[in-house]
């Protein structure tokens, strides 16, 4: 690759260093005498007054005349892996797609928390000869959990014995144990290809040979691997990694949310022995840097994790896997707006292996890319178990919805109560948390928004407070309304999970319930927790937000209802029809996927919507051919292209004039048209309102050149003003 070509300028000691700052470009720093530099390597460099990491980053401008004398010098090569042509030239690609300084996208490559110095020195210990003097209960449970003789780290044997760090220390004052230095802990075991391989129908079968061909071909690929949820795709994929894993190679597996990565665990470590390295914001700090080290060095086989594991240093990346290709979290939209299954397809092509795109209900972009014969379509068209992909039935709330206050029809509740009544589980699906989405003065009207966004306050009976789902601003529940004042007038709106739970326990007294959603009380490892005792048959009624949608395997599952299933359909978001069919398609998809026949209503003010007879007539294609078919008459994506500017700032008048001045600057062109700028529909978040512009343009147009060449003929933002580019943007609020 040239970017290591030893460039001119090698020659005359000067190197460009890219910042992780929102900057333009490189600068150029002077190479003291005794130091060797590539391009990859991590520098300390002087920036003003501060000291700063960066990177030794491709020239781009091998012609300008600097003089060395005058250039400040690198203080330091900084002792960590330097990063790969290929994490160099997936920065830069990022960098000009998104339009975003490269800076940005290089913080995200860096932001590992890493410690320079290798692995702390871990401790263990071992009994010795040696009895106490003094024995408590503690110091003999410990003895006890040591009296097999074997090392064991000290926290270990604090976790095992029930005490606290400071037992083991005084038995090691005392000699009764000796420490022992261990060797580093291994980032991650080896998976064992052969562990336990079940035994696939032929149509997985041939699915994972192909699969198995394309990582032995060494060769970028694209493959939708497309299936009904339970039908075993992701058997079918772990052959693949099978096969990554005796080529020596590594793969990384891209998955939407961290909840469903736990359940993910497991399954790959019954299925390899070991669990893969974990890849996501809430691993420790320390493993973080472990797993780092051990990518780049090539010990790391296997990496789970979430969108920021595509910026891992893999010595060698063999396959790349985005488990539900079609989930919106997908889409970073803050900071660098990067869509990372769009971006691990640009990996696996820089790394020249094949990318496994995986999904129910593949995105309309994949669908369409699968239909052109761009990417190389997997069926496996039905459940491993043999049971039917649940029916959907309609209820139509015109004709036969719930009583005044109420949110269950009579029909979906009797049919809770049978299933329920008959051993199963049922589940109902609310994407609202929260038990109220709005507060209202029963007196004046009045409705609770939030000081800093152009949202309502969500009441949060268990926490009892109102929240703002924008800006997490939170107030207690007033007693009197604080526009007229009347007492005791305040009445919730509207259902969240928390209300619906309240509802089936009135309509089932003796029903285990269980809310879930990403307000639980003790965060991930609750959720796990409860998750898992839903698993078991320990709750009869689930009451959930999307995070039950995916991934979840609910044996006990005979029932799904979806309170409000028309929610997204209908606004302004030319992706609402495809987010509706996915989400509820998804959410039917948990029922019945053991061995009993699942159910599933869907509660709707709208069942003659081409949506929800999709789904009723269980005709997928039908869907997809109408959906695109629309978009392409429309030119939506990915028909057309679109690139969104928001402008904000907290000055709403000076966020307009900017927007104003940013849509007279949109350089002319036949194939551009600009639409805007308008008020946001979300116009006001944490205090900065907000106006956006889009240019819309036919596919195929270089988007992002388009909107580089806009700004840089545009007014600067100056002040607090900020204007954010987004490309191919996912939300339109
Ligand atoms: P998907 O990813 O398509 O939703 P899964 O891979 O999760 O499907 O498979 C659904 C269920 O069927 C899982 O419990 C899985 O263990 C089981 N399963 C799938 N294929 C096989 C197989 N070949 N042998 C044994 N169990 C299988
Ligand atoms: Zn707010």
């Given at each position: 690759?040239?970017?290591?070509?030893?460039?001119?300028?090698?020659?005359?000691?000067?190197?460009?260093?890219?910042?992780?700052?929102?900057?333009?470009?490189?600068?150029?720093?002077?190479?003291?005498?005794?130091?060797?530099?590539?391009?990859?390597?991590?520098?300390?460099?002087?920036?003003?007054?501060?000291?700063?990491?960066?990177?030794?980053?491709?020239?781009?401008?091998?012609?300008?005349?600097?003089?060395?004398?005058?250039?400040?010098?690198?203080?330091?090569?900084y002792e960590v892996v330097p990063l790969r042509p290929d994490l160099v030239a997936l920065i830069k690609w990022i960098a000009d797609y998104t339009v975003t300084p490269p800076g940005m996208v290089l913080r995200l490559a860096l932001r590992h928390d890493e410690s320079p110095h290798v692995g702390r020195e871990r401790t263990g210990v071992r009994l010795t000869d040696k009895r106490p003097e003094r024995l408590t209960a503690a110091r003999t449970r410990l003895?006890?959990?040591?009296?097999?003789?074997?090392?064991?780290?000290?926290?270990?044997?604090?976790?095992?014995?029930?005490?606290?760090?400071?037992?083991?220390?005084?038995?090691?004052?005392?000699?009764?144990?000796?420490?022992?230095?261990?060797?580093?802990?291994?980032?991650?075991?080896?998976?064992?290809?052969?562990?336990?391989?079940?035994?696939?129908?032929?149509?997985?079968?041939?699915?994972?040979?192909?699969?198995?061909?394309?990582?032995?071909?060494?060769?970028?690929?694209?493959?939708?691997?497309?299936?009904?949820?339970?039908?075993?795709?992701?058997?079918?994929?772990?052959?693949?990694?099978?096969?990554?894993?005796?080529?020596?190679?590594?793969?990384?597996?891209?998955?939407?949310?961290?909840?469903?990565?736990?359940?993910?665990?497991?399954?790959?470590?019954?299925?390899?022995?070991?669990?893969?390295?974990?890849?996501?914001?809430?691993?420790?700090?320390?493993?973080?840097?472990?797993?780092?080290?051990?990518?780049?060095?090539?010990?790391?086989?296997?990496?789970?994790?979430?969108?920021?594991?595509?910026?891992?240093?893999?010595?060698?990346?063999?396959?790349?896997?985005?488990?539900?290709?079609?989930?919106?979290?997908?889409?970073?939209?803050?900071?660098?707006?990067?869509?990372?299954?769009?971006?691990?397809?640009?990996?696996?092509?820089?790394?020249?292996?094949?990318?496994?795109?995986?999904?129910?209900?593949?995105?309309?972009?994949?669908?369409?890319?699968?239909?052109?014969?761009?990417?190389?379509?997997?069926?496996?068209?039905?459940?491993?178990?043999?049971?039917?992909?649940?029916?959907?039935?309609?209820?139509?709330?015109?004709?036969?919805?719930?009583?005044?206050?109420?949110?269950?029809?009579?029909?979906?509740?009797?049919?809770?109560?049978?299933?329920?009544?008959?051993?199963?589980?049922?589940?109902?699906?609310?994407?609202?948390?929260?038990?109220?989405?709005?507060?209202?003065?029963?007196?004046?009207?009045?409705?609770?928004?939030?000081?800093?966004?152009?949202?309502?306050?969500?009441?949060?009976?268990?926490?009892?407070?109102?929240?703002?789902?924008?800006?997490?601003?939170?107030?207690?529940?007033?007693?009197?309304?604080?526009?007229?004042?009347?007492?005791?007038?305040?009445?919730?709106?509207?259902?969240?999970?928390?209300?619906?739970?309240?509802?089936?326990?009135?309509?089932?007294?003796?029903?285990?319930?269980?809310?879930?959603?990403?307000?639980?009380?003790?965060?991930?490892?609750?959720?796990?927790?409860?998750?898992?005792?839903?698993?078991?048959?320990?709750?009869?009624?689930?009451?959930?937000?999307?995070?039950?949608?995916?991934?979840?395997?609910?044996?006990?599952?005979?029932?799904?209802?979806?309170?409000?299933?028309?929610?997204?359909?209908?606004?302004?978001?030319?992706?609402?029809?495809?987010?509706?069919?996915?989400?509820?398609?998804?959410?039917?998809?948990?029922?019945?996927?053991?061995?009993?026949?699942?159910?599933?209503?869907?509660?709707?003010?709208?069942?003659?919507?081409?949506?929800?007879?999709?789904?009723?007539?269980?005709?997928?294609?039908?869907?997809?051919?109408?959906?695109?078919?629309?978009?392409?008459?429309?030119?939506?994506?990915?028909?057309?292209?679109?690139?969104?500017?928001?402008?904000?700032?907290?000055?709403?008048?000076?966020?307009?004039?900017?927007?104003?001045?940013?849509?007279?600057?949109?350089?002319?062109?036949?194939?551009?048209?600009?639409?805007?700028?308008?008020?946001?529909?979300?116009?006001?978040?944490?205090?900065?309102?907000?106006?956006?512009?889009?240019?819309?343009?036919?596919?195929?147009?270089?988007?992002?050149?388009?909107?580089?060449?806009?700004?840089?003929?545009?007014?600067?933002?100056?002040?607090?003003?900020?204007?954010d580019i987004d490309i191919d943007p996912q939300s339109f609020l």
């Open positions: 690759m040239e970017l290591f070509s030893p460039s001119e300028r090698q020659r005359d000691r000067i190197v460009d260093v890219l910042l992780p700052l929102a900057i333009g470009s490189a600068y150029s720093y002077r190479v003291p005498e005794a130091l060797e530099l590539a391009i990859g390597d991590i520098v300390v460099v002087p920036l003003g007054t501060r000291l700063m990491l960066g990177c030794v980053w491709p020239s781009n401008d091998d012609t300008r005349a600097v003089d060395p004398a005058k250039l400040k010098a690198i203080v330091r090569k003895i006890e959990a040591l009296a097999d003789g074997l090392i064991r780290a000290k926290a270990e044997a604090a976790r095992e014995a029930g005490v606290s760090a400071s037992v083991i220390d005084g038995l090691v004052d005392d000699g009764v144990l000796k420490t022992v230095v261990l060797p580093p802990e291994p980032a991650a075991e080896t998976p064992d290809p052969n562990h336990a391989r079940p035994d696939l129908s032929p149509a997985q079968e041939q699915a994972a040979a192909e699969l198995v061909a394309a990582v032995e071909a060494r060769a970028f690929k694209v493959h939708l691997l497309d299936g009904v949820t339970g039908s075993g795709k992701t058997e079918a994929y772990f052959e693949a990694v099978s096969a990554a894993i005796r080529a020596g190679r590594q793969t990384l597996i891209l998955m939407p949310e961290i909840a469903l990565t736990q359940a993910f665990l497991d399954r790959f470590a019954k299925r390899f022995g070991v669990r893969p390295a974990q890849w996501h914001s809430a691993v420790s700090s320390p493993r973080r840097g472990r797993t780092f080290r051990g990518v780049a060095a090539g010990e790391v086989s296997v990496v789970a994790g979430a969108r920021s594991a595509l910026f891992l240093p893999f010595a060698d990346l063999g396959l790349v896997i985005v488990d539900e290709e079609h989930d919106p979290a997908y889409k970073q939209e803050d900071g660098v707006h990067y869509h990372a299954r769009d971006m691990a397809v640009v990996r696996a092509r820089l790394n020249a292996c094949p990318v496994i795109l995986a999904s129910a209900t593949p995105s309309i972009e994949t669908e369409v890319n699968a239909r052109r014969g761009r990417y190389a379509r997997l069926h496996l068209p039905e459940r491993f178990s043999g049971t039917r992909v649940p029916r959907l039935e309609p209820i139509d709330l015109r004709r036969e919805g719930p009583p005044k206050g109420k949110w269950i029809a009579p029909r979906l509740a009797e049919e809770m109560g049978r299933t329920v009544e008959a051993g199963g589980q049922a589940l109902l699906f609310l994407n609202r948390r929260g038990y109220a989405p709005l507060t209202l003065c029963r007196a004046c009207g009045h409705r609770i928004k939030c000081p800093s966004c152009s949202s309502w306050l969500v009441e949060h009976r268990f926490r009892r407070r109102l929240e703002c789902h924008q800006c997490g601003y939170a107030m207690p529940v007033p007693a009197e309304c604080p526009h007229c004042h009347a007492p005791d007038s305040m009445v919730p709106c509207g259902p969240g999970v928390e209300r619906l739970q309240e509802e089936v326990a009135a309509l089932m007294p003796g029903a285990r319930t269980q809310v879930l959603s990403s307000d639980l009380a003790g965060g991930v490892e609750r959720l796990r927790a409860e998750l898992d005792a839903v698993a078991r048959g320990e709750v009869d009624v689930v009451i959930g937000t999307q995070l039950v949608a995916k991934g979840h395997n609910f044996p006990g599952l005979a029932l799904v209802g979806a309170v409000d299933a028309d929610v997204g359909l209908g606004y302004g978001d030319p992706r609402a029809a495809e987010r509706t069919f996915q989400l509820l398609h998804q959410v039917a998809g948990r029922a019945g996927r053991a061995h009993i026949e699942g159910r599933a209503l869907l509660q709707t003010y709208m069942p003659e919507h081409p949506v929800m007879q999709a789904l009723v007539a269980g005709d997928r294609d039908a869907f997809y051919d109408r959906e695109i078919a629309a978009r392409e008459e429309a030119l939506l994506p990915p028909f057309g292209r679109f690139a969104a500017l928001v402008v904000s700032g907290t000055d709403a008048h000076a966020v307009q004039s900017h927007a104003r001045a940013l849509a007279a600057a949109s350089p002319r062109a036949e194939d551009v048209r600009v639409l805007g700028p308008a008020e946001a529909p979300l116009a006001l978040v944490r205090g900065r309102h907000r106006w956006r512009l889009l240019a819309r343009t036919p596919r195929g147009f270089d988007l992002s050149a388009y909107v580089r060449q806009w700004m840089e003929s545009a007014p600067r933002a100056r002040g607090n003003l900020r204007v």
